[in-house]
């Protein structure tokens, strides 16, 4: 599964794209998360808000609580600022 | 057909607004310009990163939903991506439409909800070298939900 990161989380983490086997037992985006965030202490930092996070699977706003299902590609980024 | 374009590229507003239905008694439009300033410091620059694919469909969904709710006969978004310098064009929101208020509140309908509702993410850089990511704005989301129909 591809998973993107935008704005300050790319820039946290350090990179905008990975492509990741979800392990065993991972159903949802909240799931996933919490994976995401144990893979280094640089996903931990930017992971630490997950208030300020918001979600889309397949290029549709999702919440947590999403299933992850067939789903290609899940985007983390913060709240827009465009205009 | 109510349109959208994404792009670095930089637009003409007459040429832009020119494409709308001539015949259509009433377009409006806004324009947004990078500022000068933020928080009274000089600004050098403000970069746009957006969500390829994403952006479009978001946009295309906020035109679309206008085109429904308002007497529209045409609407049209433009919003630029990467580095701008303070007085360049980022944004144009326009609406064409046979009454002059259904051109003016679905024009301000598309602006308010695309700050919201559209991936983009506003970088800015300033004059003295520091750099920081813009926080959303209380005021934006208050000025997207008055458009919620009850």
Known sequence: MKI???AWLRERIGHAEAT????AG???IA???EYLASLSPAHQRAFANRSAIKTALDQVFA?????LGDAQE???FPPFTGG | MPRVIVGPADFDPGTALATLEADAGAIASFIGIVRGTADNRPLAALTLEHYPGM???ALARIAD???TRWRLLDCLIIHRTGRLEPGARIVLAAAASAHRGDAIEAMTFLIDWLKTDAPFWKHETFRDGTARWVAPRETDQHARDRWIEP
Do not use: C, G, R
């Open chain 1, 20 to 23: 990741i086997d979800p392990p």
């Open chain 1, 63 to 67: 919440p947590p609580e999403t299933p």
């Open chain 1, 4 to 6: 993107l990161y935008f």
């Open chain 2, 65 to 67: 939903t206008a085109m």
């Open chain 1, 26 to 28: 991972v159903t949802t």
């Open chain 1, 74 to 76: 899940l985007a983390y």
């Open chain 1, 31 to 33: 799931e996933l998360t």
């Open chain 2, 55 to 57: 952006t479009e469909q």
